[in-house]
């Protein structure tokens, strides 16, 4: 983008050294930064007075050195306006190439990513005026470590009504993303004795570094098609657990309604705390969403939720309902963090929920990946081949079985050679040298077109590693 150079900076940029023949070093030194991309085309110098006067010289001597510039093509004269660095004038041919990213492949197939084309800029943009307008000078100041009591109340009572969880705005710690309440909550967790946290395995592997910075210990206890296996929690001595309930990451599975309770008893009987995982609870097709398990023991769950899948991970939005024994640990651990957060955000985020902007979003969004997953199951059962994808009744990521004898990490290579981005099963695990090799597919960030492409060439290489 073409700007207006100021005389300072002009003069900071060019570092003429003062002397003899300053017109001629001038004059270089402003024909190598138009060679070097210092300046670019478009870019408006500094009127001649203005950049005489800052340099200390005759304004003749600057007028010299822009003319000479220009009939030697790198700048042009405008008749009552700036003088412009020329269009046709480019960096030296002898400045070093760009190096060139290494292409990605086109059709991206990776789970936990929303549709980022559908991103409801327009709703964003009208709340945060609506935030800036109802602010006031008490608001802008630092603020409290819990998040804006405006934004908390919304929140509350979205989970009460959306996610039938059993919380209030003072109870609520709002926070930059899933990763940030981690950051907050493992080592609150951690002061309170507890130092073995269960993971659901296959499961997400981005806590692992929160985890160990916390100084948490990590214990995988296996995912079965019920959910995770409450009964060995107590073997592996855990202190808290967590947990994706609604639809497990990444296998798809819902925690069933008596592991449910296994899980609140286990909790009950041992002190042990449960981080519950709300990850993408709102897109459900089968039925109505799966209650938060927080709603059955709201001194003992922890539940964190966020923006990133129902609008985008950009955002930065989250949010934690917490036992009242955690919140003062959290709130102040936030403090000290960023000393507050970011205010204008978090009412904007209110202004959306109390709108019903949020819950329209919410909607059509639930609408699109119902449609798609059927364009996925349809290409899928037209392409025969045995392929079949499970765990698909919420979200928009399901696991896509291989045969017995594939080499998942082979399938992977073949479908990148092919455009085609997908990430094996195996990447989630940590424990579980039996899983079946199996693909985690997503259709949250591809259109109906690109599946139609995508699929047969997985497909494709799937077959050719079959061969190899």
């Given at each position: 983008?073409?700007?207006?150079?100021?005389?300072?900076?002009?003069?900071l940029?060019?570092?003429?050294?003062?002397?003899?023949?300053?017109?001629?070093?001038?004059?270089?030194?402003?024909?190598?930064?138009?060679?070097?991309?210092?300046?670019?085309?478009?870019d408006?110098?500094?009127?001649?007075?203005?950049?005489?006067?800052?340099?200390?010289?005759?304004?003749?001597?600057?007028?010299?050195?822009?003319?000479?510039?220009?009939?030697?093509?790198?700048?042009?004269?405008?008749?009552?306006?700036?003088?412009?660095?020329?269009?046709?004038?480019?960096?030296?041919?002898?400045?070093?190439?760009?190096?060139?990213?290494?292409?990605?492949?086109?059709?991206?197939?990776?789970?936990?990513?929303?549709?980022l084309r559908?991103?409801?800029?327009?709703?964003w943009?009208?709340?945060?005026?609506?935030?800036?307008r109802?602010?006031?000078?008490?608001?802008?100041?630092?603020?409290?470590?819990?998040?804006?009591?405006?934004?908390r109340?919304a929140?509350?009572?979205?989970?009460?009504?959306v996610?039938?969880?059993?919380?209030?705005?003072?109870?609520?710690?709002?926070?930059?993303g899933?990763?940030?309440?981690?950051?907050?909550?493992?080592?609150?967790?951690?002061?309170?004795g507890?130092?073995?946290?269960?993971?659901?395995?296959?499961?997400d592997?981005?806590?692992?570094?929160?985890?160990?910075?916390a100084?948490?210990?990590?214990?995988?206890?296996?995912?079965?098609?019920?959910?995770?296996?409450?009964?060995?929690?107590?073997?592996?001595?855990?202190?808290?657990?967590?947990?994706t309930?609604?639809?497990?990451?990444?296998?798809?599975?819902?925690?069933?309604?008596?592991?449910?309770?296994?899980?609140?008893?286990?909790?009950?009987?041992?002190?042990?705390?449960i981080?519950?995982?709300?990850?993408?609870?709102?897109?459900?097709?089968?039925?109505?969403p799966?209650?938060?398990?927080?709603?059955?023991?709201?001194?003992?769950?922890?539940?964190?939720?966020?923006?990133?899948?129902?609008?985008?991970?950009a955002?930065r939005?989250?949010w934690?309902?917490?036992?009242?024994?955690?919140?003062?640990?959290?709130?102040?651990?936030?403090?000290?963090?960023?000393?507050?957060?970011?205010?204008?955000?978090?009412?904007?985020?209110?202004a959306?929920?109390?709108?019903?902007r949020?819950d329209?979003?919410?909607?059509?969004?639930?609408?699109?990946y119902?449609?798609?997953?059927?364009?996925?199951?349809?290409?899928?059962?037209?392409?025969?081949?045995?392929?079949a994808?499970?765990?698909?009744?919420?979200?928009?990521?399901?696991?896509l079985?291989?045969?017995?004898?594939?080499?998942?990490?082979?399938?992977?290579?073949?479908?990148?050679a092919?455009?085609?981005?997908?990430i094996?099963?195996?990447?989630?695990?940590?424990?579980?040298?039996?899983?079946?090799p199996?693909?985690?597919?997503?259709?949250?960030?591809?259109?109906?077109?690109a599946?139609?492409?995508?699929?047969?060439?997985?497909?494709?290489?799937?077959?050719?590693?079959?061969?190899?």
């Amino acid at each position: 983008m073409a700007q207006k150079w100021t005389t300072s900076d002009l003069v900071l940029a060019l570092a003429i050294p003062r002397g003899a023949r300053f017109g001629m070093r001038m004059q270089a030194a402003l024909r190598d930064a138009v060679r070097g991309g210092v300046v670019r085309p478009g870019d408006a110098l500094p009127a001649t007075r203005e950049l005489a006067v800052e340099l200390g010289v005759a304004r003749g001597t600057v007028v010299h050195v822009y003319e000479q510039l220009a009939a030697e093509g790198y700048l042009v004269a405008q008749s009552g306006g700036r003088t412009r660095v020329a269009s046709g004038a480019t960096p030296s041919t002898a400045s070093p190439p760009k190096v060139r990213a290494a292409a990605s492949p086109r059709l991206d197939l990776r789970p936990g990513v929303p549709d980022l084309r559908r991103f409801p800029a327009g709703d964003w943009a009208w709340a945060h005026a609506e935030a800036a307008r109802s602010i006031g000078a008490a608001d802008v100041d630092y603020g409290d470590g819990r998040g804006h009591p405006r934004a908390r109340a919304a929140v509350a009572d979205h989970l009460r009504r959306v996610r039938a969880a059993d919380t209030d705005p003072d109870r609520v710690v709002l926070c930059l993303g899933f990763a940030q309440a981690l950051t907050l909550l493992l080592p609150a967790l951690a002061q309170r004795g507890v130092r073995v946290l269960a993971v659901e395995d296959p499961g997400d592997r981005g806590i692992d570094a929160v985890a160990l910075a916390a100084g948490v210990a990590l214990t995988p206890i296996p995912v079965d098609a019920h959910g995770i296996r409450v009964d060995l929690l107590e073997p592996a001595q855990a202190h808290a657990v967590l947990v994706t309930p609604a639809h497990q990451s990444p296998t798809g599975v819902v925690l069933s309604a008596s592991r449910r309770r296994e899980l609140v008893e286990w909790a009950a009987r041992t002190g042990g705390w449960i981080i519950e995982d709300d990850y993408d609870s709102e897109f459900r097709y089968d039925r109505q969403p799966v209650g938060a398990l927080q709603g059955l023991a709201p001194e003992r769950v922890v539940l964190i939720g966020s923006a990133s899948k129902s609008h985008a991970p950009a955002v930065r939005t989250a949010w934690i309902a917490a036992p009242v024994a955690l919140i003062d640990v959290l709130a102040a651990r936030r403090r000290i963090a960023d000393r507050g957060g970011p205010v204008l955000g978090e009412l904007a985020f209110a202004a959306l929920l109390d709108s019903g902007r949020h819950d329209k979003h919410v909607r059509a969004m639930r609408a699109v990946y119902a449609a798609r997953r059927e364009v996925v199951l349809d290409t899928l059962g037209r392409l025969g081949a045995g392929l079949a994808l499970t765990g698909v009744s919420a979200g928009f990521h399901g696991l896509l079985a291989l045969p017995a004898a594939a080499d998942e990490s082979a399938v992977v290579a073949a479908a990148a050679a092919r455009g085609v981005r997908v990430i094996g099963l195996t990447s989630f695990a940590r424990d579980r040298g039996d899983l079946p090799p199996s693909l985690v597919i997503g259709f949250g960030d591809i259109d109906d077109e690109a599946v139609r492409v995508a699929l047969p060439r997985l497909r494709d290489a799937i077959a050719a590693t079959g061969r190899e």
